[in-house]
């Protein structure tokens, strides 16, 4: 039996938090429709992404769902996607009745190839959904141009990537539409949340009046639209203000944290790092290793060996052209993404917690290296 344990994550939660909450509380504000921490949130993490609008929601698949859902995309439109990521990012494609393209990955930074993306329009492509994985941004000019040349929406799903920077650039104000999830292992949290970011007003009055049941505007129960309930409580806001306050001393945690591994485990043959591309700041959401070299088939028993020690890790996504109830239906085939499937299977992640200790980090790593070396 371990006699310690060090978690994947864990959420940096303290008094400001039960503060925010306890007022929202007090004031009876607990739902998604009154209370000033739902504003506060919204104005406060937009305007942190460089965008105008904010529009909470209550997961960051339903960001996603939301955003599709707004800017019309629905039955007979492809949407070009990366095709490793939580599988999130396709569902909400799915629920549109719209058709998912998988695009593979960078076998560095694990994003969507933009290399790839022209081979893959068609008449019917509407959008591109891209995926700043593990907090290092993709590649947005090739993407963007594209884009422009071919007259797509391009979606961004930030849901690992709050305050990463693109040239500079907060992502989430690239695009057209950024979607964040603040579910809690997330670089900021309010337990289950997520937030749309986007400069165009009409389209932030589409998806606020969608999220809440797109009731009417001069008879209230004469309805505009079919809508959701994908409201973020005001309860929610209220934590996402306090962690808010905290956004970059998380980032600096996550980005020491990514530091410190990296000294560590640096230059052996049989580990592949993170990088950090010259026109990225990647916020390091999660710490993840790609086994290499003779130990690249290994991780079924260097994870395991990691646990007898106590040491928590997770395996990457397997990329959509991987997961049978797609490839049962037709729609994919596992050769599809070759790049996605090679990382989907050799990488996992280590405890990148912000509270996480440098004994801890030590620990960590040393079980690793005995795990490797064995
Ligand atoms: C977490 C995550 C989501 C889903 O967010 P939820 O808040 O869990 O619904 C979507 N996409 C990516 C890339 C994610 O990491």
């Known amino acids: 039996m371990p006699v310690r344990r060090v978690p994947v994550s864990q959420p940096l939660l303290g008094p400001e938090e039960t503060h925010h909450v ?54 007979g439109d492809e949407v070009l996607v990366a095709s490793l990521t939580n599988m999130a990012t396709f569902f909400a494609v799915l629920y549109q009745g719209a058709h998912p393209v998988p695009i593979d990955s960078e076998a560095d930074t694990q994003n969507l190839d933009p290399k790839l993306l022209r081979a893959r329009i068609t008449p019917k492509t509407k959008a591109i959904l891209v995926v700043h994985l593990f907090g290092h941004p993709v590649d947005m000019d090739p993407v963007m141009e594209i884009a422009r040349e071919h007259n797509l929406y391009v979606i961004e799903d930030c849901a690992e990537a709050h305050g990463a920077l693109y040239k500079g650039r907060k992502v989430g104000g690239i695009g057209d539409i950024g979607c964040f999830s603040f579910y809690a292992n997330k670089v900021i949290t309010t337990g289950e949340g997520g937030m749309l970011t986007l400069n165009n007003a009409e389209w932030a009055a589409r998806a606020r009046n969608l999220k809440g049941l797109a009731f009417g505007d001069k008879n209230k129960f004469m309805h505009k639209d079919i809508g ?41 043959d049989d580990l592949q790092l993170p990088v950090e591309k010259p026109y990225a700041r990647n916020v390091h959401w999660m710490y993840m290793v790609l086994l290499a070299g003779r130990n690249a088939g290994r991780r079924a028993e260097v994870m395991r060996a990691l646990l007898q020690k106590g040491v928590e890790s997770r395996e990457n996504f397997l990329p959509y052209n991987m997961q049978e109830i797609f490839i049962n239906r037709g729609w994919t085939r596992v050769d599809e993404c070759p790049v996605a499937n090679d990382l989907g299977l050799r990488g996992f992640y280590l405890p990148s917690g912000p509270a996480i200790s440098d004994e801890e980090i030590d620990y960590v790593c040393q079980s690793l290296i005995e795990a490797l070396d064995q």
């Open 228 to 268: 959701y309930n994908y409201r973020m409580t005001n309860l929610q806001a209220a934590i996402g203000h306090a962690q808010f306050g905290k956004i970059e001393q998380i980032i600096t945690a996550k980005r020491e944290i990514a530091d410190k591994y990296a000294r560590r485990l640096g230059g052996r």
């Open 22 to 75: 306890n007022e929202a509380l007090a004031k009876g504000a607990i739902s998604g429709f009154f209370g000033d921490y739902l504003p506060m949130f919204e104005q406060e993490f937009a305007a942190y992404c460089e965008c105008k609008h904010g529009v909470s929601v209550s997961s960051g698949t339903t960001a996603l769902h939301l955003a599709l859902a707004t800017l019309s995309i629905g039955p």
